[in-house]
């Protein structure tokens, strides 16, 4: 007799996913997350989190994170998230992330840990050095995804691992404690064009908020002036723009800002490539600054308007965690009664 395959997940469909509130956020953040958090607001329940537990990992100054957490939700407003449509919250709020995440320390395992590539890409020759947290980063992402019981989470290419191991920490508690179906497995939502962008002087690098050097990246908060000046001084090279995308090859800098160009104006490399083919930078380079600064100009000024009324912003917060905590905390009172813990 063939054995049947355990209930699939029955539950709503629903998407978690969050942003730390370290350094400022940039272009990269805009096009490989928070287009896509806006753009799903349409299809599933929504639920977006600044996610401040996993920003002590990296040390930040203690008396600049509130106010960077609050950036961060001033952002998801800003590029278009709804907080009447979706939630938006901060997860120290909500205490239960940190409860589920020691239960699924119990459940995961330490060669699946020490599989994972993020950490071994941060902490190189140094692993002593790093910090517990650091390591266990993933789990804790684990408990942020399944505390919902989120059945989708947007990710890029550096995740995917992490989100690997959310579904097999998931299907072993389901089986531990006889509970088959509790959680679901949850599946990538692949972040297509605009996920990947890359630094603006280094074409094989990740545009990222930890590059010393501000010329790499567009922030969000960039004046029309700086970001004229970014992509003025971007790498390129002497041949002009090539009229196809195998054209692009061997040229990561110049498909990189192809990529952008493609991404911000919602349409394909081959139709920019179309417009812009046989032309050199002289001419690409200001239409792609005048499109940067004309999509990014509103979500700034929008950024600047929340963050000076910050107890608007913190009452959004408040709000957030209240509609957060009525999902998690009966998950988390199951789990409880699951594991066996004494009630009173």
Same mark, same amino acid.
């Given at each position: &007799?063939?054995?049947?395959?355990?209930?699939?997940?029955?539950?709503?469909?629903?998407?978690?996913?969050?942003?730390?509130?370290?350094? #400022?956020?940039?272009?990269?953040?805009?096009?490989?997350?928070?287009?896509?958090?806006?753009?799903?607001?349409?299809?599933?329940?929504?639920?977006?989190?600044?996610?401040?537990?996993?920003?002590?990992?990296?040390?930040?100054?203690?008396?600049?994170?509130?106010?960077?957490?609050?950036?961060?939700?001033?952002?998801?407003?800003?590029? #278009?998230?709804?907080?009447?449509?979706?939630?938006?919250?901060?997860?120290?709020?909500?205490?239960?992330?940190?409860?589920?995440?020691?239960?699924?320390?119990?459940?995961?395992?330490?060669?699946?840990?020490?599989?994972?590539?993020?950490?071994?890409?941060?902490?190189?020759?140094?692993?002593?050095?790093?910090?517990?947290?650091?390591?266990?980063?993933?789990?804790?992402?684990?408990?942020?995804?399944?505390?919902?019981?989120?059945?989708?989470?947007?990710?890029?290419?550096?995740?995917?691992?992490?989100?690997?191991?959310?579904?097999?920490?998931?299907?072993?508690?389901?089986?531990?404690?006889?509970?088959?179906?509790?959680?679901?497995?949850?599946?990538?939502?692949?972040?297509?064009?605009?996920?990947?962008?890359?630094?603006?002087?280094?074409?094989?690098?990740?545009?990222? !908020?930890?590059?010393?050097?501000?010329?790499?990246?567009?922030?969000?908060?960039?004046?029309?002036?700086?970001?004229?000046? !970014?992509?003025?001084?971007?790498?390129?090279?002497?041949?002009?723009?090539?009229?196809?995308?195998?054209?692009?090859?061997?040229?990561?800098?110049?498909?990189?800002?192809?990529?952008?160009?493609?991404? &911000?104006?919602?349409?394909?490399?081959?139709?920019?490539?179309?417009?812009? #083919?046989?032309? #050199?930078?002289?001419?690409?380079?200001?239409?792609?600054?005048?499109?940067?600064?004309? !999509?990014?100009?509103?979500?700034?000024?929008?950024?600047?308007?929340?963050?000076?009324?910050?107890?608007?912003?913190?009452?959004?917060?408040?709000?957030?965690?209240?509609?957060?905590?009525?999902?998690?905390?009966?998950?988390?009172?199951?789990?409880?009664?699951?594991?066996?813990?004494?009630?009173?």
């Amino acid at each position: &007799m063939i054995d049947a395959p355990p209930p699939a997940y029955a539950g709503p469909q629903r998407v978690f996913s969050g942003m730390q509130p370290t350094n #400022g956020l940039h272009l990269g953040n805009y096009l490989g997350a928070l287009q896509k958090f806006v753009a799903l607001q349409t299809k599933y329940e929504c639920i977006y989190c600044v996610v401040d537990l996993h920003a002590i990992t990296a040390g930040p100054d203690p008396n600049e994170l509130a106010a960077k957490t609050r950036e961060v939700a001033a952002a998801y407003i800003a590029a #278009g998230v709804d907080p009447a449509r979706s939630i938006i919250f901060v997860q120290s709020a909500v205490r239960e992330h940190s409860e589920l995440a020691w239960v699924f320390n119990c459940i995961a395992r330490m060669g699946w840990l020490e599989r994972m590539t993020q950490f071994k890409d941060k902490a190189g020759k140094h692993t002593e050095r790093m910090s517990v947290g650091l390591f266990d980063y993933p789990v804790l992402q684990a408990a942020d995804i399944l505390l919902y019981k989120a059945t989708h989470v947007p990710v890029g290419e550096d995740q995917k691992q992490h989100l690997e191991l959310s579904r097999d920490i998931a299907q072993k508690f389901n089986n531990d404690y006889q509970a088959p179906g509790f959680f679901p497995l949850p599946e990538p939502l692949i972040q297509g064009p605009g996920a990947r962008i890359m630094s603006l002087r280094e074409g094989a690098k990740k545009m990222s !908020k930890s590059d010393p050097s501000d010329m790499t990246r567009i922030n969000l908060t960039d004046d029309t002036d700086a970001i004229m000046n !970014k992509i003025k001084k971007a790498t390129t090279d002497p041949l002009p723009l090539p009229e196809s995308q195998e054209g692009l090859a061997g040229r990561a800098e110049v498909e990189n800002l192809v990529g952008i160009y493609a991404a &911000m104006s919602e349409r394909s490399i081959d139709a920019v490539l179309r417009e812009f #083919g046989g032309k #050199g930078f002289g001419v690409f380079k200001p239409a792609l600054a005048e499109l940067l600064a004309a !999509k990014l100009a509103p979500i700034a000024a929008e950024m600047r308007r929340l963050n000076a009324d910050p107890g608007a912003l913190d009452a959004i917060l408040r709000d957030g965690a209240e509609r957060a905590r009525a999902i998690a905390a009966p998950i988390m009172a199951e789990v409880r009664g699951r594991v066996g813990f004494w009630e009173a």
